[in-house]
């Protein structure tokens, strides 16, 4: 049986980001006791557990110049490294239930109700926090205006039967999927 189909998510982490940087000279200082290393790296393991394996080869690639101390090869820390790893990939919502109790709010509800429910999903997706300066604001209601337009566009030439044009069939599936994932937000309990 393949060794690799039975790893962790932890040890998937540990394989392509965490032992590759250890190889590559990156260590803890000598004051942080070798459990308190363990400790740190396993909590780093877990926190990354999300990312597919492309985005932490990727990941590895990058932190490899962000090595802290004079030598450049202790450990960032590991809200340096979770930062890095949300601007490549971001973690889904839906693993983050204070974050996505927001939707279950009156707020989420408004959402909905102003037509912005995808567009404030995809905002917090990224940003893991909503939308409340103004700038914030006028963007994700300018992301709906266009996303709004572009549905009922990509609608009308369905009940046309009039071919979709560039990747509009792609992203009306991923609008679609994130209106249903940002839905059952809403309804949670």
């Known amino acids: 049986m393949n060794e690799q189909a039975n790893e962790t998510n932890r040890g998937?982490?540990?394989?392509?980001?965490?032992?590759?940087?250890?190889?590559?000279?990156?260590?803890?200082?000598?004051?942080?006791?070798?459990?308190?290393?363990?400790?740190?790296?396993?909590?780093?393991?877990?926190?990354?557990?999300?990312?597919?394996?492309?985005?932490?080869?990727?990941?590895?690639?990058?932190?490899?110049?962000?090595?802290?101390?004079?030598?450049?090869?202790?450990?960032?820390?590991q809200a340096t490294i979770v930062g890095l790893a949300e601007a490549f990939h971001p973690r889904p919502i839906e693993d983050l239930p204070n974050v996505a109790r927001w939707f279950g709010s009156a707020a989420g509800r408004a959402a909905i109700e102003g037509n912005r429910l995808v567009a404030e999903f995809e905002f917090w997706q990224r940003r893991k926090a909503p939308p409340v300066t103004d700038q914030h604001r006028r963007l994700v209601a300018e992301r709906a205006a266009d996303y709004a337009r572009r549905v009922e566009l990509i609608e009308d030439r369905l009940r046309r039967g009039a071919p979709l044009i560039h990747d509009e069939a792609g992203w009306f599936r991923w609008y679609e999927a994130t209106l249903a994932r940002a839905q059952a937000l809403v309804a949670a309990p």
């Open 12 to 77: 998937r982490v540990r394989r392509l980001l965490i032992e590759p940087l250890a190889q590559d000279g990156f260590r803890f200082p000598k004051a942080v006791a070798d459990d308190a290393a363990r400790d740190q790296l396993n909590r780093i393991a877990d926190a990354l557990a999300y990312l597919p394996e492309g985005v932490l080869e990727a990941l590895r690639e990058s932190l490899a110049t962000k090595g802290e101390g004079a030598a450049r090869r202790f450990w960032p820390a």
